[in-house]
Structure formats: C-alpha cells, structure tokens
C-alpha cells in the first residue's frame, strides 16, 4: 500500500510541475501578445526616382518589406516537364447537399455598417503620420504654363491635406513645389517620404468588438 501512495505521489509531484511549467508558458505568450498590442509598429514610405519603397518593423527599427518596381531576378532555366501517364478515372463522389445559408435582412445591413465604422474610426485614430517630407517639381511647356501648374497644384495639395487633416494626425517636416523652368536650370528631383506608426491595442480591440456584435446578430451566419 505504501508503494502505491509513493507512486502516486511521485506522478502528482510530476503532474504538478507539468502544470506550473504551462502555466508559466501561458504567461509568457500573455504577456508577450500585450507587450506586441502596446508596441507601437512603424513603416516607411519612400518614392524617390520613380521607385516606391515601403519598409516596416517596431521600435523605429524598420526592415525593407516591398520595392516596385521590384529588382529584376535572374532567370532560371526551365526543367523539362515529363509527361505523366493517364491515370485512371475516379468514381464520381456524391454531391453534397449545399448548406442554407442566413437571410440578409436589414438589420444585419445596418450591423455590418455600424461594424465598419467603428473599425474604420478605430483604425484612423490610431495611425499617426510623421516625418513628412515632399519636394515636388512643377513643369511646364513654357514658364507662363509651369506658373498656372504651380497654382492649381498648390489648391490641390491645400485642399486634400485639409481634408486628411480632419481623420488623421498628420506633422510635416518639409512641403515644397519647386518650379522646374527647363533644361538651363537645376533639375528638380522628386522626393515624397513619411512614417505611418500604429499602435494595434486600440484596432485589436475594437475588431474583437466587432466581431462579437457580428456573432451576437447572426451576421457571420451569411459567411459561413
């Protein structure tokens, strides 16, 4: 008897520290997802000689994700594709009967509305816009023509960055309109570069949100 209860005591001890060692993981993990949900994550944006380049990463440490145009890559030469023999005819599988799928009704419209604008607000107020530099050229024909591009160009960027101004935090480190007068003067490079930062707390959390209303309202019964 005394055997059995060592044995069994023997397997709690092990169990228990099983248990501890997962509870530890798990804390870990836990611990980690906040510190990833608080970690505000950046990329940069770079069109430069007719190059776009996007870089991404946390931390202000960014890593080159995306260029186009991309680089060319060296070509490989092709294999020969070895012919296969036929293979025999399957028997034809029964059909499965489709499954009846949710109503779309008006009040899983208004749903799905009020869903994707609260991400849609939610995702906005966490952007934050940085570092914005732009030099751009303004050419023309002659210089009466680069003189009214100047103008309207100088309306259009007014306007649409008003509006920006109004959803997102946007801070400018450079906004110039250069005008180009041709060959005898200094060629004016094109150069549009900025930092998108996020922190994905505030997104995370409104998306499970969302998602909850979805299921609650029986509006993932149309996608499944």
């Not at 060692?21 to 611990?31: A, K, M, N, Q």
């Not at 990833?36 to 890593?63: H, Q, R, S, Y």
């Not at 110039?176 to 490079?189: A, K, N, S, W």
Request: some cysteine; overall charge positive.
């Amino acid at each position: 008897m005394s055997v059995v209860l060592s044995i069994l005591g023997v397997v709690g001890g092990v169990l228990l520290f099983l248990l501890k060692c997962i509870g530890i993981l798990l804390l870990v993990v836990l611990v980690l997802a906040v510190l990833l949900m608080l970690c505000p994550f950046c990329a940069d944006v770079l069109w430069e000689n007719e190059t776009l380049t996007v870089k991404a990463g946390a931390l202000g440490i960014t890593f080159p994700v995306f260029r186009y145009p991309a680089p060319e890559k060296p070509k490989k030469e092709k294999k020969k594709k070895s012919k296969k023999k036929p293979e025999a005819e399957s028997k034809p599988k029964p059909e499965a009967t489709p499954r009846k799928k949710a109503k779309l009704t008006l009040n899983i419209v208004c749903t799905i509305l009020r869903g994707a604008g609260k991400l849609t607000k939610a995702v906005f107020g966490a952007l934050r816009i940085t570092k914005i530099n732009i030099c751009l050229g303004v050419r023309g024909e002659d210089p009466a023509d680069v003189a009214r591009s100047y103008g309207k160009l100088n309306a259009w960027l007014g306007g649409a960055l008003g509006l920006l101004d109004r959803f997102l935090y946007l801070d400018f480190e450079q906004l110039r309109l250069v005008p180009d007068l041709g060959p005898d003067q200094p060629t004016v490079e094109d150069r549009v570069s900025f930092r998108v930062t996020a922190q994905a707390y505030a997104i995370v959390f409104t998306a499970l949100r969302v998602l909850y209303e979805f299921w609650h309202e029986k509006v993932l019964d149309l996608f499944l």
